[in-house]
């Protein structure tokens, strides 16, 4: 099946910081879908991005298919960015199946 | 706003009980996924459907199986819960692509 990577694995940023998160995956994808994991356990839906740039306030994500890969840029880090973040992908030849990413921890500090 | 519901957050339950994980999508999706969440293993996918009364195995379905028998609502049936069973299950419902996750259940089995 399709392999998906994320670096790096953790991440500590003070407050104010700028970070780029990465996710290469192994093969050609339908869907790719960048989620925040909270404290709490939920995971929140920042970005479904198969191709392409997309921008939601502080945070942006890059896909380029033909390379396989998924940027997700936090800027002007606050304390709740903090959590898990996962890239997940649908490959081509499995409908509506995500493969997860093993996530990136961040934590933001004052 | 997308709304994902799972009947309980936190759940203990004793090995050999019969356990039942609710789910309630209120967006008229037609997929329902199950997932588990486990330390270093990430998210795994244990069942998912595509219609009423379809389902489908996913990575991981031995020890459980499912039931949806309205589009609204997919339940997942722990037939005889085992302490390995102890984990955190995210439910989702996509239409298309985008999915979207409820808050979780905690489940311990002692």
């Known amino acids: 099946g399709i392999q998906v990577e994320q670096s790096p694995p953790d991440l500590i940023l003070q407050e104010g910081a700028n970070s780029t998160l990465r996710c290469n995956f192994s093969?050609?994808?339908?869907?790719l879908q960048w989620f925040h994991q909270n404290p709490w356990g939920q995971l929140i839906n920042l970005f479904y991005?198969?191709?392409g740039t997309k921008q939601n306030g502080r945070l942006s994500a890059t896909t380029v298919a033909t390379e396989r890969y998924s940027l997700l840029y936090i800027s002007s880090s606050q304390t709740t960015d903090s959590g898990v973040y996962f890239c997940?992908?649908?490959?081509?030849?499995?409908?509506?199946?995500?493969?997860f990413g093993t996530g990136t921890r961040l934590q933001v500090t004052l | 706003d997308v709304k994902v519901t799972q009947s309980s957050r936190y759940l203990v339950k004793r090995t050999g009980e019969k356990v039942f994980l609710e789910c309630v999508q209120d967006?008229?999706?037609?997929?329902m996924f199950w997932y588990r969440q486990d330390p270093g293993l990430g998210l795994r996918l244990i069942y998912f459907?595509?219609?009423?009364?379809?389902?489908e195995k996913g990575d991981i379905p031995e020890g459980y199986s499912v039931s949806r028998e309205k589009k609204e609502r997919f339940s997942l049936i722990l037939e005889s819960a085992s302490t390995n069973q102890t984990s955190m299950y995210l439910c989702?419902?996509?239409?298309?692509?985008?999915?979207?996750f409820g808050p979780g259940t905690r489940l311990t089995v002692t």
């Open positions: 989702a419902s996509s239409r298309f692509y985008e999915q979207y």
């Open positions: 093969d050609s994808v339908n869907n």
């Open positions: 991005i198969p191709s």
């Open positions: 997940a992908v649908e490959d081509t030849g499995t409908a509506s199946k995500l493969t």
């Open positions: 967006m008229d999706h037609e997929n």
């Open positions: 459907s595509y219609d009423v009364k379809m389902k």
